[in-house]
């Protein structure tokens, strides 16, 4: 090893049934260095961080660490008695503890009795890390960036030499994300090689040194971040140039059937128990339009009224001009409109059912679970939308745990799209997906809409909205502020509307 090397893995393989998931890998890891490890979903970046973490057994290839030489790492006790911690992005401490508690727990064999010494220890780490948070402050009581820096904490304070911020980024706001980032900057300068996943391309060019790009379970290659633009970095992920997304819009073309202008689903005064202000909407037939505003402006909540998600205390909806009852999601999905949620692990996949389950979920509730499918037709709805979508899966049998952030997405959108609704919302369908598939995705939209499909459409990411949508309803603070189209589609017109310039 190099003398500032603190960790490589060279010809790392695992195969899975059906799947070469990593092809002779290599992956190296200095002290005092952040590397972005990159690529899309199922390129292999998951499967590399279980081999390292000993969730995965390798079939072939070695592992080698500062001081210790070649390693076997058999369990996450072994990773972690190696000096290899993981943060991942789903926080996996307990809310209802302590910060300290959370620090501590799961420490040598016995219960914890000196709590005025674990209290202490915990508040010095936290104030060497410059974390704001106290000892003895329920971690539920913590923001989600405080929430990761504890687990981070955990993880240094574990005698920890490599660490893996799995999607750290992911529900922060760009204030918590410099904070986080903030953190790392200090880690870095003690020394601590730091392993980051992420999708956000301008995160990586902020705060990494190295690039790794994996795709298809095959090494690219390893840069340096300031030999690889951004350009460059997004073909090295997939494989070929990338045409300009601004003409994605253009590919997908618009709905002209002759009831182009009738009016979908209508909303007026809408309110729910969620805290947003009385909203008027309406989507016209094969519509692509959007919420759009700062995180925590009340765009999900509009949506999640409009499906009838959270209770709704005021307002009337229409469905063609005519009032309908819209309470709870079966009323919604009943009246032909679809919803896929913001949080996909929590409110979309279930995790232990396979693909073909997923699939068929939505409209098995529709029909009734009293009136099974065959199995017969539960094959055929989900071989039709595995190939129509591109989903990666071994088979569709296989747990929907066990595919790709992406291809869980996409299971997830076939499940609604089998349902063939007239109306369907999406809600951060590309959040935390690889660039490959968000082009997927932004394409299927515009063509659903070119069929006569009314689709609202929310992103975080401004410039994937202004390339999607043709109608924009700004929000701030929980209330709508303004509309835009037209020429008015740009980000400074977004961003003034959004503070309120006239």
Known sequence: MEENRVLEMRGINKTFPGVKALQNVDFSLNKGEIHALMGENG?????????????????????????????????????????????????????????????????????????????????????????????????????????????IARAVDMECKVLILDEPTSSLDEQEVEKLFG?????????????????????????????????????????????????????????????????????????????????IFEASGLQSNA?????????????????????GSGRSECVRAIFGADRVINGSVKMHGKEVKISKPLDAMKNGIAYLPENRRGDGIIGDLSVKENIILALQVLTGFFKPFSKAQVNAFADEYIKKLNIKTASAETPIKQLSGGNQQKVILARWLLMHPEYLILDEPTRGIDIGTKVDIQKLVLELAKDGMSVTFISSETDEMLRTCSRLVVMRDRKVVGELSGDDLTQNKIMSTIAGDK
């Open 275 to 295: 805290g947003i202000k009385p909203f008027d909407f309406y989507i016209k037939k094969g519509e692509v339009n959007g919420f759009t505003g700062l995180l």
């Open 43 to 151: 390129a292999g970046k998951s499967t590399l961080i279980k081999v390292l973490t000993g969730v995965y057994t390798k079939d072939t290839g070695t592992i080698t660490l500062e001081g210790r030489g070649e390693v076997a790492i058999g369990s996450p006790q072994d990773a972690q008695n190696f000096g290899i911690s993981t943060v991942y992005q789903e926080i996996t401490l307990c809310p209802n503890l302590t910060v300290a508690e959370n620090m501590f727990i799961g420490r040598g064999a016995g219960k914890i009795t000196n709590w005025k010494k674990m209290n202490a220890d915990a508040d010095k780490i936290l104030q060497s890390l410059e974390i704001p948070a106290k000892a003895n402050q329920q971690l539920s009581s913590c923001s989600l960036a405080v929430q990761q820096m504890v687990a």
């Open 183 to 263: 953190l790392m900057r200090d880690l870095k300068a003690r020394g601590v090689g730091i392993i980051f996943v992420t999708h956000f391309l301008d995160q990586v060019y902020e705060v990494c040194d190295k690039i790794t790009v994996l795709r298809n379970g095959t090494l690219v290659g390893e840069y340096e971040i300031k030999d690889l633009p951004r350009v460059q970095l997004v073909a090295k992920m997939l494989g070929k140039q990338m045409d300009d997304l601004s003409d994605i819009k253009g590919e997908g073309g618009t709905y002209e059937g002759a009831d182009a202008d009738e009016k």
